[in-house]
């Protein structure tokens, strides 16, 4: 059977008021305003430029931007869109997919360890299309940010867009749909996900595989894992489907390399914009919803410098 194979410091001031008796504390003495009142328009203007201040600052936090942060030919238009696509998302955006108290709960300790963690995904909903990260229907408008909620980077522990992303949920099954990366999973079946490490007799294949050198290569190991690679007794695939109280491992391989993409009139490399590196990963599905979400558990057991993938043109 193939077991489903085939298919993310606040400092507290205490502020002490001492009694005197039944005397109230002296007023503070106004300190007198020195200089002239700010306008309107000025106020306006000091606003607009704090405001493109924490703009270019989101910007600047944005991985690997690198040189595009000093030329001046990416204007602030280019620079708001490359934010909004690749931007980290905060809790107050992704609060809706907390997990549930007692599954947190029930991972505390494990979530002490480092590389850990615990998210819910929900199946792709078609939130996300082309160089929009959102649509406007009223079911999107709840996740609005990078992922839509329905991928998500163990690389950078954040949900990313698709393109960017290591694991995909598309109704039932769990994938990698993201350019230059060759992603290869494995089922472990019910085995508590604290007890997998690189020992675990299934990772040897996903620690030996050596990586392909350039997109025909890549493709070839697409097709043949879309069937199922069968290897000391372990069947490895493009996907899984998901099942709960079951445990999986993955390799995900995001190639070093060139995508290019136009924004803004901008042509520029995409994966200038993410960390690219080769990870083993294991996650288990703790929980799986009506609705098709799935809550995971995972930890990255393995991470190394990725490789570069040579694009062929023209079968070259």
Known sequence: MLKGILCSGIILIATVIFAFGQESPPEPTPTPFRGRAESGIEQTRRL????????????????????????????????????????????????????????????????????????????????ESGAKVINVSPNCTKYNFPGAGSSYSFRLKTYRIRRL???????????????????????LGDVPIEN??????????LQKYKPVKNSKQALEAARRFAGGVQKNGFIYGRGILISKNQTFAMRSIAYRGKYRRSEAKVVYNELDFDKRR????????????????ATIAWKILRELKSPKLKVQRNNK
């Open 196 to 205: 997998v490490n690189l020992n675990t007799p299934e990772l040897n294949f």
């Open 165 to 187: 992303a290591d694991i995909t949920l598309v109704k039932n099954s769990l994938s990698t749909r993201s350019i230059l990366n060759g992603a290869i999973f494995v089922v």
């Open 48 to 127: 607009e430029r704090e405001h493109e201040r924490l703009q270019n600052q989101a910007y600047a936090n944005l991985y690997g931007q690198g040189a595009y942060a000093k030329s001046p030919r990416y204007s602030p238009e280019w620079r708001k869109k490359m934010t909004s696509l690749y931007r980290k998302p905060d809790k107050s955006e992704t609060k809706i997919l907390k997990p549930d108290e007692q599954h947190l709960k029930k991972y505390a300790d494990f979530l002490k360890k480092e590389n850990t963690g615990l998210i819910k995904l929900i199946p792709d909903q078609g939130c």
């Open 278 to 293: 080769d990870i083993i990963v294991t996650f288990r599905i703790i929980d799986v919803e009506t609705d098709g979400s």
